[in-house]
């Protein structure tokens, strides 16, 4: 009998499984967030990855990120890929040249943090004006947010 002692199993798949199983615990954060208006719904922190997922050139990772920033639009009732195209214009055009311009790491988390939220908030804004819809509100639970995100996205960068 023939015995395989010396043979290990290969797991190929495991960042994959990790990243899937990252998505079912989003969702959950995410619901929870909606009901727990002190916990952030993480807008930076997806802008921080989406950011880095475009820049590395890494599909898999992009496609899980913008599987999450989908997931936050439609809980908070945004525009359908409304997060995917503003991230996608600042990583591409904006954060190039403010990479380049500043080289402290903390400064540039917390632009990255203020560009997340107000900026989307600005940018939203101006969709909805376009459109002659209701713009969305601001209140002080973005500063609480900016604040917890921009101590998690310091540790991050």
């Known amino acids: 009998m023939q015995t395989f002692s010396s043979m290990q199993r290969s797991i190929s798949y495991q960042n994959i499984i990790n990243q899937l199983l990252l998505v079912v615990l989003f969702v959950f954060y995410i619901s929870l967030s909606s009901i727990y208006l002190l916990l952030p719904p993480l807008l930076a ?17 992009l496609i899980i990120v913008s ?4 997931i936050f639009e439609a809980e908070k009732g945004f ?59 601001i209140d002080w639970h973005i500063l609480l947010y900016m604040a917890i995100e921009f101590i998690v996205l310091t540790t991050l960068v």
Not at 67 to 70: E, R, T, Y
Request: proline share 4%; aromatic share 18%.
């Open 45 to 61: 922190i997806l802008f921080y990855t989406y950011h880095s997922a475009l820049s590395k050139h890494d599909l898999f990772g």
């Open 79 to 137: 525009w359908f890929g409304s997060t995917i195209l503003f991230f996608t214009f600042l990583s591409l055009y904006l954060l190039p040249k403010l990479e380049h311009v500043i080289q402290c790491r903390v400064c540039l988390g917390a632009i990255m943090t203020v560009l997340a939220y107000l900026g989307y908030w600005i940018f939203m804004n101006i969709v909805n004006g376009v459109f002659l819809l209701i713009p969305p509100q």
């Open 67 to 70: 599987i999450m920033l989908l």
